[in-house]
T-cell receptor, first 114, second 117 residues
Framework: AQSVTQLGSHVSVSEGALVLLRCNYSSSVPPYLFWYVQYPNQGLQLLLKYTTGATLVKGINGFEAEFKKSETSFHLTKPSAHMSDAAEYFCAVMTGTSYGKLTFGQGTILTVHP | DTAVSQTPKYLVTQMGNDKSIKCEQNLGHDTMYWYKQDSKKFLKIMFSYNNKELIINETVPNRFSPKSPDKAHLNLHINSLELGDSAVYFC????????????????FGSGTQLSVL
């Protein structure tokens, strides 16, 4: 069975500062990893995904995440936060033996202040 | 335009009733899903349909039955509602690809908050 832990339910940054949202996973087989974003009053939207190949993946809106197997982590970063990045972010894991079955973390609310 | 829309947004009902939640996507996607969000905010998959065919059916009580009249719609019917069914239910969709790891939801609806009294 796989699981996901997002460290910090709330993260607050200043506009222009680095965004770092932490995600650690647990999986007995090689995982596929995902980040989703939920803007206010909207549904979740896929931000980026890691399946195989390059461990640094880029997503929409300047976000990227790096898969580190040794640390079982998949942290989400953005060099410079924008006010429009304020949203809730969810990390998720899926394994090759259970395709389509995503296990989500509990979410991290990102606040960006001027 | 809303990519994935589900109705109603809020649903309050009595124990024992039968209710339905509707979901429609206008993205032309092949695959649709239903997820349940529990009190700890974890999302758990319930069902997935690809081109109207059931491909994922998690351990869900028989009282829950998905219905896909066409690939743009996936409705969720719940019979004999119980207190424990209270949760937020999310519909989602994705475009099918050849590889299994591509079958993950891309867009979710905004959720239906079900309260069983």
């Amino acid at each position: 069975a796989q699981s996901v832990t997002q460290l910090g339910s709330h993260v607050s940054v200043s506009e222009g500062a680095l965004v770092l949202l932490r995600c650690n996973y647990s999986s007995s087989v090689p995982p596929y990893l995902f980040w989703y974003v939920q803007y206010p009053n909207q549904g979740l939207q896929l931000l980026l995904k890691y399946t195989t190949g390059a461990t640094l993946v880029k997503g929409i809106n300047g976000f990227e995440a790096e898969f580190k197997k040794s640390e079982t982590s998949f942290h989400l970063t953005k060099p410079s936060a924008h006010m429009s990045d304020a949203a809730e972010y969810f990390c998720a894991v899926m394994t090759g033996t259970s395709y389509g079955k995503l296990t989500f973390g509990q979410g991290t609310i990102l606040t960006v202040h001027p | 335009d809303t990519a994935v829309s589900q109705t109603p947004k809020y649903l309050v009902t009595q124990m024992g009733n039968d209710k339905s939640i509707k979901c429609e996507q206008n993205l032309g996607h092949d695959t649709m899903y239903w997820y349940k969000q529990d009190s700890k905010k974890f999302l758990k998959i319930m069902f997935s349909y690809n081109n109207k065919e059931l491909i994922i059916n998690e351990t869900v009580p028989n009282r829950f039955s998905p219905k896909s009249p066409d690939k743009a719609h996936l409705n969720l019917h719940i019979n004999s509602l119980e207190l424990g069914d209270s949760a937020v239910y999310f519909c989602a969709s994705s475009q099918n690809r050849d590889t299994r790891h591509s079958i993950v939801p891309q867009f979710f609806g905004s959720g239906t908050q079900l309260s069983v009294l």
